[in-house]
């Protein structure tokens, strides 16, 4: 985990998300706390780091994601030598969606 971020108004913005019940509170809290610009790059990097998962080339990225191939690299770091977040996010998923 990366020092530099955990704080206690970090702690404290986790445990507010933590506290959403739905994906519509999800909506409600986001709006408020983010910029529409700041949602569509997270949803964007989320959406990015799926499709390298899914053996994507740069070029089918940029193309359907608007990215830039700096976003997709940056990203695709973070798939590879990150803390493995995105990976637990993208297994819990899968559980969820399995019948």
């Known amino acids: 985990m990366n020092k530099k971020i955990k704080t206690d108004a970090v702690d ?3 445990a507010a998300i933590l506290s959403l ?9 986001f ?3 983010c910029t529409v610009n700041e949602l569509l790059s997270l949803s964007q990097r989320f ?7 899914n053996h994507k080339t740069y070029l089918e990225i940029a193309e359907k994601t608007g ?11 973070s798939l590879n030598y990150g ?3 995105y990976e637990i996010v993208f297994s819990r998923m899968e559980k969820e969606k399995a019948p």
């Open 12 to 14: 404290y913005l986790f």
């Open 21 to 29: 019940k739905d994906k519509e509170e999800c909506y409600t809290f």
């Open 31 to 33: 709006e408020d706390l």
């Open 47 to 53: 959406e990015v780091a799926s499709m390298l998962r």
């Open 67 to 77: 990215a830039s191939t700096a976003t997709i690299s940056r990203v695709n770091r």
């Open 83 to 85: 803390n493995d977040g």
